[in-house]
């Protein structure tokens, strides 16, 4: 059977066969408390450097590169992916999930040395993101500017 004469019918039923079920009465309550321990490991970061004198601005900071670092070190250590493994749509909480998209590429391809692997890699997922992101804060700016100020 050759692709062009695939009718849309047949590729859902391709697609059917060749996918896993997906047991959601498991796995989104993993998802949900991976993703709400993850939080409370945040507040909880946050509590401690808010108990040590630090003011509410200067403590979410320090929060945030906390996450992105342990983020990072259990990326390097192969046990983010584990976790990924039982938790899945849990451990894209924004910080984290962003952090490990961005050090799973630079970890690949570093064999292929710092300029052409993990230079060129590093943003081969989250690449897109940031482009997007940056296009999308523009364009909505000068629509702000022009037709909503």
Known sequence: MSLK????QQYNEMVKKASPNTKSWVSIP??????????CIGQGINN???ANGFDTKTAATWTSITLVFISVLLTGLGLYEKLAKHGGAGTLVP??????AVSSPALEFKTEGFVLGL???I??????????????SVIYGLIYYFFLK
């Open 95 to 100: 910080i984290t999930g962003f952090a490990n």
């Open 5 to 8: 004469s695939i009718t849309p």
């Open 48 to 50: 401690l450097y808010s």
């Open 123 to 136: 943003f081969i997922i989250s690449g897109p993101v940031i482009l997007y992101g940056t296009a999308a």
């Open 119 to 121: 230079g060129a890699k």
């Open 30 to 39: 993993k998802a949900f408390l991976i993703g709400g321990l993850i939080c």
